[in-house]
Each structure stands twice: as C-alpha cells, then as structure tokens.
C-alpha cells in the first residue's frame, strides 16, 4: 500500500512557507490506518518489547495499537501537569525558548526493553527529551519507529547511537 498517497499535504500551515503533512486522511482510512499500525509494530514483535513509550498526542494514536500488537504496556509522555502522579520532567529546546515534558516516576522499571512511537521525526528535540525520561528511569531503549520522518531536518543527529526506523520519509 502506497502510504504517502494517504497523507494530505497542506502548504503554509501553521505558518507561510511550511508543507505540513496532515496524517488525519490516513487516519480515517481504516485499511491504511491498520497497514501503518502492523508495519510499526512488526520488527519488534520478537524483541520481548515491554513498555510503548507515546509523547503527546499524536504518539498516543500510534503508540496504543503498537502497544496492543506487541502485547506491551503503553506509556504516555506529556506536558507539566497533565499526568496524575508524581513524575519526572525533561526539558528541551524550540526554536523560540523551551518547553518540558514528564513522565510518571514509576512508569518504567529498571531493565524494561522500552520502544518509543510516534507520527514525526523532525528536529529531533522532543524525542530526545523522551530518551533522556526513560533513560532516567533505567528503561532499555530497543526502538524508536516514527511513521514520517522529515529527513532536512536531521532529527536523527539528537538520537545518535539509538535505533531509529521510519516508514515514510521527506526530503
């Protein structure tokens, strides 16, 4: 299944001269939405993944299903004050200041093969406070799959040395 013909491509949002690429038309086609579901889940099926990690909240639309697949807990990542528990939080960096995000403290014991999923590999900056969260907690980090990957943006330079897969990629 041609994947990228399900993604709708919207010039200048949110702002002139950006190409965003919308993954709600892939979404709310039930074939493809379950094509890209297997296809992220299917190198770790062997891999006794334990935890899928989700940042918020487009990771949480994958991430789910993958969790379902692998037969692994899912873990959400999300902005301060939004988790009900005592967490942990890591910073980093946007292009004009910095944001946080946090993880339950107890989310992630020590040893647990961990797999991180979400929609877009970009700048890299929030996947790379995501590894440094379950890294902090002593998770074993054995993936990290994105559905696209904006490849311009050499997000995969903050995650150096960690698996990462795609299964569309932008040039």
Do not use: W
């Not at 296809?39 to 909240?57: C, F, H, T, W």
């Not at 379902?68 to 960096?93: Q, W």
């Amino acid at each position: 299944m041609d994947l990228k013909a399900k993604i709708r491509e919207v010039p200048d949002f949110p702002k002139q001269g950006i190409l965003f690429y919308d993954i709600t038309t892939l979404l709310a086609d039930p074939a493809a939405s379950e094509e890209v579901m297997n296809r992220l889940a299917m190198p770790y099926l062997d891999k006794n993944i334990q935890k899928v990690v989700g940042v918020e909240s487009r990771g949480f639309i994958f991430g789910t299903p993958v969790a379902e697949r692998l037969k692994a807990g899912f873990i959400p990542v999300r902005k301060p004050g939004k988790l009900p528990y005592d967490t942990i939080e890591e910073s980093y960096d946007l292009e004009y200041g910095s944001d946080n995000l946090c993880m339950h403290r107890d989310a992630i014991v020590p040893g647990e093969r961990v797999l991180i999923v979400d929609d877009l590999l970009a700048t890299g900056g929030t996947m790379e406070a995501t590894v440094k969260l379950i890294q902090q907690l002593g998770g074993e980090i054995v993936g990290i799959a994105f559905v696209i990957e904006l490849l311009f943006l050499n997000g995969r330079d903050k995650l150096k040395g960690l698996p990462v897969s795609s299964l569309l990629s932008y040039e």
